[in-house]
């Protein structure tokens, strides 16, 4: 009988067409009822499922049909896990199996994980393994696989290729190497290639026109994204009009497109803005956004959340001890949050009371990085740059102070650094971004994929001292960045300036890469410049024009009669013939002949001279703070004696 049923399930398979997969599920159904343990009419039910995109059931069915299915159509497993969105037991099932598609399979799974640099080698893996007529699908999920990278961060400079013409041929190339450059804030070079994809969608004959809409909708959104960004709102006024997110297939590039739609609208009214942004459904688990589109639609959501009045969401308390050991950390969803809690604290206020409120929070979580944040910014918006630069200073020293790896990156990451220089650039005080970027470089240059802005910027930095250390170690940082960014202007200059007493060849190399100077200088005009005279602020103008209008000039051919200086003014022990001292009004600290005192008068005289150079270190700006007031019962007061005041 089971032999009979197999026989007459093959003739049906042979029989039957790519579009009729529902009557072999029916023939599987009536084939399983009479010998539920044929793995072969099972296999074929499994495919028929994946075919009918029930993939819910595929896993169900599989994984209840027993070890020999699973063993059978283990890669069929693998791909309606995949599909069902639970992508970590999809690249268990696949990375088992030795087969080409089982790879795919990974690499697809892995890609959704955002686990970019290994499915990055699997697709080397199967490009070595020759591609045959996986040629564009390879070069296509590859194109992806390097914008991926770009966005998490992962991508080292040499990896990162350049638009190639073998880019501009298909649609879907054109639209990757767009999301690229979008990842590096080139929207220029995005813009232009996004127009070269939608051009070859809307021509391409291989399409019909329900798949030309569908593919053209995710262009024209990150188009609009594209355009935003550069400041064109007219086109990309255009482009909102020909986008439906409606149409769209999955909910995902239904809430992208939605929100991008609502950046170009003039709403005014906050809550119809909430309205709009939350008409979309929810997304499902199999079709979750990536975390660098997640990110900014959370934020945009908080936003929204934050000028509708919506507080009592964003303060919802949690538990007491999940409050006082949350560990540190600059994740952005954390940042996202916690920046949420404190500005719902401070009811969108910007004022001292709005940091009364968020101080009680800090002191219930000290190692809320986004509170620190949050209250730092509203004591610059209240002009107090001294408490704000005390607050953040305490924070990096306790992080300093830690042995643990992880709170020392944390204390140098590039946030937290750039905020600090930014407060010292404020007030001015030069000297310590410099002793800043010298630590951060420090941390930073064993490490091997340092972030390269804050090398640079403590290079740079470096590079202004007249100490030969600190030039040592600025060669030694664009020594390292040259390594890590071979093709970068900036670097190639920086790597120049610091070797320029080294005799080195490799310096003519460099040099060669910089843009010459007569290619620099070909638009100025020089004898413009010369007939302009020194600039002069416009101050220091309106005080020669005053001047000019009240005193008159001396008459041509007069000479003018030196100015008689009073005995009275002069210094008694003046002298005519002696010179006087160029440096003397300069501190005493500051000039070229002073040294130190020795011995015990070092720490007496140090740093007490009125009008000498004010130490930095000293909160000069800060204002008292208020003191406890003690009450005590009338028992322990002090009697006042007569006649004192």
Request: charged share 30%; hydrophobic share 35%; net charge positive.
């Amino acid at each position: 009988m089971a032999a009979s049923t197999a026989s007459s399930l093959a003739s049906l398979l042979k029989n039957s067409t790519l579009e009729d997969h529902e009557q072999i599920l029916e023939a599987c159904n009536k084939t399983l009822k009479t010998s539920n343990s044929d793995v072969e009419a099972q296999h074929v039910k499994a495919v028929a499922l994946l075919k009918l995109d029930r993939y819910e059931e595929a896993v169900k069915f599989i994984q209840g049909a027993g070890d020999n299915l699973r063993r059978a159509a283990a890669l069929e497993y693998a791909y309606a896990l995949y599909k069902t969105g639970r992508l970590q037991e999809a690249v268990e099932a696949s990375s088992q199996l030795q087969e080409r598609g089982a790879r795919h399979v990974e690499a697809q799974a892995r890609y959704r994980l955002e686990d970019a640099l290994k499915t990055l080698e699997i697709y080397e893996r199967l490009r070595s393994q020759g591609s045959g007529n996986e040629e564009l699908d390879l070069r296509v999920n590859r194109s992806a696989i390097d914008a991926q990278a770009q966005w998490l961060g992962v991508a080292e400079s040499k990896s990162i290729r350049k638009t190639a013409r073998e880019d501009l041929e298909a649609f879907e190339t054109a639209y990757n190497a767009a999301c690229g450059s979008i990842a590096r804030g080139e929207y220029a070079q995005a813009e232009i290639l996004l127009k070269r994809a939608k051009e070859i969608c809307k021509h391409s004959d291989e399409l019909t026109d329900q798949q030309r809409r569908e593919e053209l909708l995710p262009i024209s959104v990150q188009q609009l994204f594209v355009l935003l960004c550069l400041g064109k709102s007219t086109e990309a006024e255009e482009v909102a009009r020909e986008i439906k997110a409606e149409e769209a297939l999955d909910a995902s590039t239904r809430k992208v497109a939605q929100n991008n739609l609502l950046l170009t609208s003039s709403t005014d009214n906050p809550f119809l803005a909430y309205k709009v942004f939350h008409t979309t459904p929810k997304i499902p688990s199999e079709d979750k956004l990536f975390s660098y589109q997640d990110i900014p639609l959370k934020s945009n959501k908080t936003t929204l959340d934050l000028q509708a009045y919506k507080f009592d969401g964003l303060t919802a308390p949690t538990s007491k001890p999940a409050r006082q050991y949350r560990p540190l950390s600059l994740a952005p969803d954390d940042l996202l949050s916690s920046c949420a809690q404190a500005t719902a604290r401070a009811k969108n206020e910007t004022s001292k009371g709005a940091i009364r409120r968020i101080l009680p929070m800090l002191e219930r979580e000290p190692n809320s990085i986004g509170t620190i944040i949050t209250l730092v910014q509203l004591y610059v918006l209240c002009g107090d740059s001294t408490s704000a630069v005390e607050l953040l200073e305490s924070c990096l020293k306790r992080l300093e102070e830690s042995t643990a790896e992880d709170e020392q990156d944390i204390r140098f990451n590039p946030v937290l650094v750039s905020i600090l220089i930014s407060l010292y650039k404020h007030r001015g005080q030069r000297a310590h971004i410099k002793q800043e970027l010298a630590k951060a470089a420090s941390h930073w240059r064993t490490r091997s994929n340092p972030p390269a802005s804050l090398l640079s910027a403590a290079g740079v930095s470096l590079l202004e001292s007249h100490n030969e250390e600190d030039i040592k170690t600025a060669s030694e940082i664009f020594a390292k960045l040259r390594e890590q960014q071979p093709h970068d202007k900036a670097t190639a200059a920086g790597y120049v300036a610091s070797h320029v007493n080294a005799e080195d060849s490799q310096d003519r190399l460099d040099t060669d890469k910089l843009t010459a100077v007569g290619d620099l200088i070909r638009d100025v005009d020089v004898t413009a410049i010369e007939n302009a005279g020194i600039p002069q602020s416009s101050n220091a103008l309106a005080i020669a024009q005053l001047g000019t209008s009240r005193k008159r000039g001396a008459p041509n051919g007069v000479e003018s009669k030196q100015k008689r200086i009073r005995k009275s003014r002069l210094p008694k022990d003046y002298d005519e013939n002696k010179k006087p001292d160029p440096e003397r009004w300069l501190p005493m600290k500051d000039r070229s002949y002073y040294r130190p005192p020795k011995g015990k008068k070092k720490s007496k005289r140090g740093g007490e001279t009125q009008g000498g150079v004010v130490n930095e270190d000293l909160n000069v700006d800060a204002k008292p703070a208020a003191t406890t007031v003690a009450t005590a019962s009338a028992g322990n007061k002090k009697k006042k004696g007569k006649g004192k005041k």
